[in-house]
């Protein structure tokens, strides 16, 4: 390895044993050691999934390297791997330097011991001794915020609290490489701004940072370098602007696999029949079932998906570019009205953008049951790039006395790309004059 590489992965392979019943690990544990007794063939209970396969990469020292790939893509693995808590099933790899990691929600802590307590036994896994603890312990108390919480147990913490306290003794570690997994996504917004200006830090005093997030703005402005793994293989590795970009359309095509875009469309309200570039109402059903839902009788969304100015589906959609939220929804009983209403939310749950068609002058009334209403909002995109969630209203009016038929959180969600500079929410088209005197 060179001397300013301090990651270096070769080959690396990870399988996992998935069992059908608890009982076939017993079987397997005894069986095959019983039949190879006798001679006999032996048999595996257990069915092979390979979470990463032949993955291979090196890190610099000083480098800030993101890694990018959906759920399930075998990031949360690699990093593991990297800190060794998961030996790979084949291929070796090779740290040099000493390791802080945020890998997820609670790891190094005792939910029973007390914040104060925790500070300790965390700090001495990532190799801070005595001395040093005493000399920081009112630092990462002042950057972890949490009070008078310092000396209650961890298990009365929420979720944010926890992860201010996993980050500030992280942080304050004296680490060679940083190592961050989706950590940050649980902080409030104050929190999050306080960390990046911390990562930033870390990385201008020559620490080497890997960094794991959904975030592609984060992952452009904070690192030089990406690492892009699709089920388990390493798709891209390259400047982070390129993979990135690579990504967010691999992502696109995938979601125009999801169903199929037809070319037909009508300037009625009402359609009789639907149109056919929806995903099926099983899979809208399976997509939003996670999700809060106010539903009743009398109507229900049974499709909906974000598109691009080509009318495809779009999982990511550039600043300035035409949008459509496209939506179905299907009448079960006669109503003499049906405002039906679209928002845009951020990460933080709060509505940027949204319109209804009792405001746009577009009614929906005297439906019959059996009317299937396929609905196109669209707009222009000026919003800062970051994810998005869809969500749906249809009501009986569009005041907040109104009587909800069908309320769905999240029907669909989008990631908006990067405007250079952009730090407001959102730019609608502004003028700008001006006049010297």
């Known amino acids: 390895m060179c001397s300013d590489v301090v990651i270096q992965a070769k080959a690396l392979s990870k399988c996992f044993e998935l069992y059908d019943r608890p009982s076939h690990r017993l079987w397997q544990f005894v069986l095959p050691r019983m039949t190879r007794l006798f001679r006999r063939k032996s048999r595996n209970y257990f069915k092979e999934f390979w979470a990463l396969r032949d993955v291979g990469f090196e890190v610099r020292q000083g480098e800030t390297v993101a890694i990018v790939g959906r759920n399930g893509s075998g990031k949360s693995t690699l990093l593991q791997m990297l800190c060794g808590t ?171 696999m999801a169903g199929d875009v037809g070319a037909a469309s009508t300037n009625d309200n009402v359609a009789r029949v639907g149109s056919d570039d929806l995903p099926s109402e099983e899979e809208f059903a399976r997509r939003v079932a996670p999700f809060r839902r106010h539903a009743s009788e009398i109507c229900a969304f049974v499709g909906a998906g974000v598109y691009d100015e080509q009318g495809h589906p779009a999982a990511s959609v550039r600043w300035g570019q035409a949008v459509t939220v496209r939506t179905r929804l299907r009448v079960n009983f006669a109503v003499d009205e049906i405002v039906v209403a679209m928002y845009l939310r951020d990460r933080l749950q709060i509505d940027v953008l949204g319109t209804n068609t009792e405001y746009e002058a577009v009614p929906l009334k005297k439906l019959e049951a059996g009317d299937i209403i396929n609905l196109d909002f669209q707009f222009t995109n000026y919003l800062r790039a970051g994810e998005y969630g869809v969500c749906l209203i249809a009501a009986d009016r569009s005041m907040v006395t109104s009587h909800y038929f069908d309320w769905i959180d999240l029907a669909a969600q989008v990631q908006v790309a990067d405007r250079p500079g952009q730090t407001a929410w959102a730019i609608f088209n502004p003028a700008i004059r001006v006049a010297r005197s």
């Open 86 to 256: 998961l030996a790979p099933t084949s291929g070796r790899v090779e740290v040099k330097g000493r390791v802080a990691a945020l890998l997820e929600l609670g790891s190094g802590f005792n939910p029973d011991f007390t914040g104060r307590e925790n500070i300790h036994l965390n700090g001495a896994v990532l190799g801070m001794s005595d001395a040093q603890l005493r000399d920081r312990f009112d630092d990462i108390v002042a950057f972890a915020d949490i009070g008078d919480f310092i000396d209650q147990p961890l298990k009365s913490y929420s979720s944010g609290m926890a992860v201010r306290l996993a980050f500030s003794v992280a942080t304050h570690a004296d680490a060679d490489i940083l190592i961050v997994d989706e950590a940050l996504s649980v902080g409030d917004f104050a929190f999050q701004a306080k960390c990046m200006r911390r990562l930033g830090e870390f990385v201008e005093n020559g620490g080497t940072l890997l960094f794991v997030s959904h975030d592609i703005t984060a992952v452009k402005n904070l690192c030089q370098r990406a690492i892009y793994l699709r089920q388990g293989e390493l798709r891209a590795n390259g400047g982070s602007e390129e993979v990135c970009e690579q990504y967010l359309s691999e992502a696109n095509r995938d979601a125009g």
